[in-house]
């Protein structure tokens, strides 16, 4: 079996509604979009379903694109997320839908996301790497953590932009750059503030192979071993043990666009700890796998089983 957990998708119909803009001849654009038309397949269902049995994908999680997750009130939310259930619906059993969370809301996201839930089957939930600028380890943000750990959700985090940086405008780099200093940052965060070891059995997938997270490992540790002279009491008073212990409940997809990187990022964290991702339909990814797929191929057939679709499928509770 083979499953995709790092995809974006929105009905066509819902793309004005949600602020994208037409630009004629069935394209569109997000307002803030500073680089071309928004890839057709994003909207355009058929083909991507065509894509995926080409592929011989057996299921595809998707949700917005990632600008659309990071700070939504409940109805938008809610909008978001009828607009992904349909879209579910329609794939015939070919995409699986991730919950947009009521970040905007953080008291009521809560019980917005079980009704959610509830009401569409969905097995995981998608999240950005801040919330308009608000750290995800904050304090308001504790017992929706607890919620998705109760629910056994795949959650997945997706870089979303947050830096501000201005030198990160030019030459894409807010996505080029920005997007994986983000995740590293929001995890090396969480995993300071205790927020992984309060929630063992939170079920935390990154975007992009985590960023740059799994080459700074031991860095991470540096910060709580460091004896004298750079000692900070901060890096001991959440957690227990080194930052580098609580990469074992994380998960990383494989679209780190690169077959060295995702070579060297199994064997940092394990190929029980690595899932296929693709960031459909970006250019800016690995859509169709290809990058990703022959370096998988180099590795042993248990691995391969594992980073294909196993580890996903263990997750989503799939038999």
Not at 94 to 103: D, K, N, S, T, W
Not at 118 to 133: D, K, L, M, Q
Request: proline share 6%; hydrophobic share 40%; with cysteine.
């Amino acid at each position: 079996m083979i499953i995709d957990v790092h995809a974006h998708a929105l009905r066509r119909e819902s793309l004005i509604e949600f602020g994208f803009k037409s630009i004629g001849n069935d394209e569109f654009t997000f307002p803030d979009w500073n680089y071309g038309p928004l890839d057709k397949l994003i909207y355009d269902l058929e083909g991507r379903l065509e894509s995926l049995r080409k592929r011989g994908i057996h299921l595809q999680l998707v949700g917005p694109p990632p600008r659309l997750v990071s700070n939504q009130d409940i109805e938008y939310s809610r909008l978001l997320n009828k607009s992904t259930a349909r879209l579910v619906e329609e794939s015939g059993g070919r995409l699986g839908g991730l919950a947009v969370l009521a970040l905007k809301e953080p008291g009521k996201a809560s019980d917005e996301l079980r009704r959610t839930v509830n009401e569409y089957g969905f097995r995981g939930v998608t999240i950005g790497s801040s919330v308009a600028g608000k750290v995800l380890d904050s304090s308001q943000f504790e017992p929706l953590f607890a919620m998705i750990e109760k629910l056994g959700l795949l959650l997945f985090m997706h870089s979303a932009p947050g830096a501000s940086n201005e030198a990160l405008n030019d030459y894409t780099l807010r996505t080029l750059v920005g997007y994986p200093f983000e995740t590293t940052l929001a995890v090396s965060r969480l995993i300071f503030a205790g927020v992984l070891e309060r929630h063992p059995e939170l079920k935390l997938v990154l975007s992009h192979g985590g960023g740059t997270l799994p080459y700074l490992q031991g860095r991470l540790n540096q910060g709580y071993f460091a004896p004298k002279y750079e000692y900070n009491p901060s890096c001991h008073s959440n957690i227990s043990k080194p930052p580098g212990e609580y990469f074992h409940q994380l998960y990383f997809d494989t679209c780190v666009l690169s077959p060295k990187s995702l070579h060297f990022l199994v064997e940092m964290v394990g190929s029980d700890r690595v899932m296929f991702g693709t960031d459909f339909p970006f250019e800016i990814g690995d859509a169709e796998g290809v990058l990703a797929i022959p370096a998988i191929k180099e590795m042993n057939g248990e691995d391969q089983k594992k980073i294909m679709g196993g580890n996903a499928a263990e997750v989503l509770g799939i038999k």
